[in-house]
């Protein structure tokens, strides 16, 4: 049953274009140019260090009967229903803790550094004022906010300095990816989960497509695993290539840095389906990237889930779908539609 919460003041609904959800589909958008590199950051000072986490409104909030309204009955019925509904409070979503861990960071860095999550929503400001209000009611540091009515919110990834963009929207993830921006699409999650319990924010990585190219991902499909593991080894003193994701993970890496490594509130891990002998050149890929990950599981092909579920993570990202499903059963996943395995 709904809640019911204090709406803040109206924000004027003909400053916002149409009014749309998430998912709402309007005029061709246009296509961003690719150069396969990262988008370049800032010069940033030691004092000046920043992660950004862009996060749609449907990542965030279980909006799933407001999306159900839209796909079925339209747009002016998703705005009657989600107007209607100001006063009440929307449940957290799959995305929820992460964002909450993530905010909670800035009271350990204090004046060290900054997180910032930003709320980059297909809605207009008109639909979007219940995400608004129940950002208030969480108490959540979110200030920021691009309400797109209708367009793809990916436009304003690298105008915000976005590190990281999560979205149940896989177009709007892929649009992101090919602008150089980390992008995962949010899986749904088969249950509601709440915090852990634990203050310590824990991300983990898939390896290739993700952190790395999926430049040895492709032999591997092409022509197997003897193969990959003669070219891995040959190439051992090799380093991989940036993946879409090593950006956030050099962030992630800044605000490490600040914190002694047994009391950093933050926690990575690589669990990757690699094995003897192809980990050599990702520990020497990581090393050259002077880039600390503090656990490090080489599966050899082993399943993913037991292994985060002891890692006890608040988000996983992987290339595969396959591997995404069965994560989502235990973590929070973000599928990265990225690289060969997504006919990259």
Request: aromatic residues 8%; glycine residues 8%; negative net charge.
């Amino acid at each position: 049953m709904s809640r019911s919460v204090e709406p803040v003041a109206r924000v004027d609904p003909t400053a916002a274009g149409p009014d749309v959800s998430d998912q709402a589909r309007p005029g061709p958008t246009p296509t961003p140019t690719f150069s396969g590199e990262l988008i370049p950051e800032p010069a940033r000072s030691d004092e000046d260090i920043r992660l950004v986490v862009g996060i749609s409104s449907r990542a965030l909030f279980d909006l799933s009967e407001s999306h159900r309204v839209f796909e079925e009955e339209g747009v002016e019925a998703y705005h009657a229903y989600q107007v209607a509904r100001e006063g009440e409070l929307l449940e957290p979503g799959v995305a929820f803790p992460l964002t909450r861990k993530l905010l909670a960071l800035n009271e350990r860095l204090g004046e060290r550094g900054r997180v910032d999550v930003i709320l980059l929503s297909r809605n207009s400001s008109d639909t979007g004022l219940r995400v608004f209000n129940a950002i208030r009611h969480y108490g959540l540091d979110i200030a920021r906010a691009a309400f797109t009515g209708g367009g793809s919110p990916y436009r304003y990834v690298t105008a915000f300095g976005a590190h990281l963009f999560l979205s149940a929207d896989p177009s709007d993830v892929r649009q992101a990816l090919e602008a150089g921006c980390a992008a995962a699409t949010i899986l749904p999650a088969p249950a509601a989960r709440t915090d852990s319990g634990d203050e310590q924010l824990r991300i983990a990585f898939d390896g290739d497509a993700v952190l790395f190219s999926d430049e040895s991902e492709r032999i591997y499909r092409s022509a197997g695993l003897a193969a990959f593991n003669a070219n891995e080894v040959a190439a051992a003193q090799q380093p991989l290539s940036d993946g879409p994701f090593k950006g956030f993970l050099m962030a992630l890496q800044r605000i490490q840095a600040l914190f002694p490594a047994d009391a950093s509130p933050l926690r990575t891990a690589l669990i990757t389906s690699r094995g003897a002998p192809s980990h050599e050149r990702v520990v020497r890929t990581l090393r050259a990237w002077n880039i600390r990950i503090d656990e490090s599981l080489f599966l050899g092909g082993l399943r993913k889930g037991s292994f985060l579920a002891a890692f006890n993570g608040d988000i996983f990202f992987d290339d595969q779908e396959s591997h995404c499903r069965d994560a989502s059963e235990l973590i929070a996943t973000g599928h990265v539609p990225h690289g060969v395995a997504n006919g990259g």
